[in-house]
């Protein structure tokens, strides 16, 4: 059947049909009836066969666009996002930098620039004064705690159940097995409305912990065990913890790079959370850290030994080297 026919069984332009064969015109669904009484096939096959076409001028659109974006991704750990497999291998750049794209949910390197920076995120992470942390790296990270959250079902904040969950925490401190006290941790946590998410930390993240709420009804607490010891690490879970009852939702805190008081009401708290205020003093006026003496305190504030001797230590009451027996040290496994 020439064109000429095809407009005239139509009633279609001439020009019109031209164009369709061409490319050049999109088949709308009213072409698509006056085809299937025309040609006898279904009028949702010249449907799907246009928007598979219209899929692929979009495809070869984006990735035109993407080609100008290209060196963008060697600023991100990729071989480490492969090997933890956050994105899967590609073997072409393009394909390496839609999966980057598709990991953080963004449809444009624009939209990461404007809202997955560290600095631009509603996030408060905890990092040494002494290293510089890549924001790339940083973004990663932080991303991958969010999409950890997100799978964790929580119930509705409630400030009351938090505060007894600490409570609960604090007891949990004392176990030293990861594979018991997580979950629990995990559970307690989710029941009052805050998700709490173990990410290892990339390279140059140097981030030992981050806080923000993902909506009015759900807090994350995402931690990266970077040092190791159980004293830091349950020093940090307080001091996140910290900071979603003593501010605002919408604050944004990062500890080494600003110091200010929203950092030290956070760090008040966990010290005073897991070790009296009042007791800490009357025990540090003895001067008595010996060995047996801490281990008397801790059981007394009922927190482990590791906790105790990790106060010292900061407020140098104690070498760093003294009782490092007493501490217990982690290690992430490949799973």
Known sequence: MSQVQLAQRTGRPIKTINEIIKGKTALTSETALQLELVLGIPASFWNERERNYQEYLARKKEQSAFQHHL???????????????????????????????SFFGIATVKQWEQSRQPNNFSVAYRKSAHFESDKYAMSVWLRQGEREALKIPCLPYNKAMFCAALSKAKK???????????????????????????VQELPKTCATGATRWLSKDKALIQLSLRHKT???????????????????????????????????????????????????????????????????????CGIP???????????????????????????????
């Open 71 to 101: 060196g963008w991704i060697i600023n991100f750990p990729i071989k480490e996002m492969v090997e933890r497999k956050l994105i899967p291998a590609c073997s072409e750049k393009i394909e390496t930098l839609q999966e980057l794209l």
């Open 172 to 198: 949990l401190a004392n176990k030293t097995d990861p594979k018991e006290f997580i979950p629990e941790l995990m559970e307690i946590c989710s029941r009052a409305g805050v998700a709490v998410v173990f």
């Open 230 to 300: 159980n004293d830091i690490l349950w020093f940090t879970f307080f001091h996140e913890a910290g900071h979603i009852l003593l501010h605002e939702k919408k604050k944004f805190f990062i500890e080494g790079v600003v110091k200010d008081a929203f950092e030290e009401e956070a760090n008040k708290f966990a010290k005073d959370f897991l070790i009296d205020s009042k007791a800490y003093k009357r025990f540090v006026a003895n001067g008595d850290f010996s060995r047996e003496a801490v281990k008397d305190f801790s059981s007394r």
């Open 305 to 335: 030994p590791a906790i105790v001797t990790g106060r010292l230590k900061h407020d140098k009451y104690l070498g760093w080297s003294v009782c490092s027996d007493l501490t217990v040290r982690y290690s992430w496994v490949k799973n």
